[in-house]
């Protein structure tokens, strides 16, 4: 059984760090990666990607949040984590983890359907 879970989030000032985690388990996935709910839309389908990691150490981030967040991957295989730091009111959102285990369909993409596992997902809410 695969399972996705997400941890981290909370509520923070402008200009404050949260650091999200994933587990992921099930199976020996090829790529891990946060997506983020856009603001103002409720469907499954409007999610945006936020950085993603690949098995061949490749990293990809959504240009708005480069030099703001890191992602990363813990010592145990399939954990995931997502520091952000400098965060903005306009990065609240609910945070998804996601996970594939077949390279070629995931690798260098952030289409939703490239990523079969998906987490529940943890609030992060920044204020002012």
């Known amino acids: 059984q695969v399972r996705v879970v997400e941890s981290g989030g909370g509520s923070v000032e402008t200009g404050g760090s949260l650091r999200l985690s994933c587990v992921a388990s099930g199976y020996d996935f090829s790529c891990m990666g946060w997506f983020r709910q856009i603001p103002g839309k409720e469907r499954e389908e409007d999610r945006e990607?936020?950085?993603?990691?690949?098995?061949?150490?490749?990293?990809m981030y959504k240009e708005t949040v480069k030099g703001r967040f890191t992602i990363s991957q813990g010592n145990v295989k399939n954990t995931l984590y997502l520091q952000m730091n400098n965060l903005k009111p306009e990065d609240t959102s609910m945070y998804y983890c996601?996970?594939?285990?077949?390279?070629?369909?995931?690798?260098?993409?952030?289409?939703?359907?490239?990523?079969?596992?998906w987490g529940q997902g943890t609030q992060v809410t920044v204020f002012s």
């Open positions: 990607g936020i950085a993603t990691i690949d098995s061949d150490g490749n990293i």
């Open positions: 996601a996970a594939d285990n077949y390279l070629p369909r995931c690798q260098g993409s952030w289409h939703l359907a490239s990523y079969n596992y």
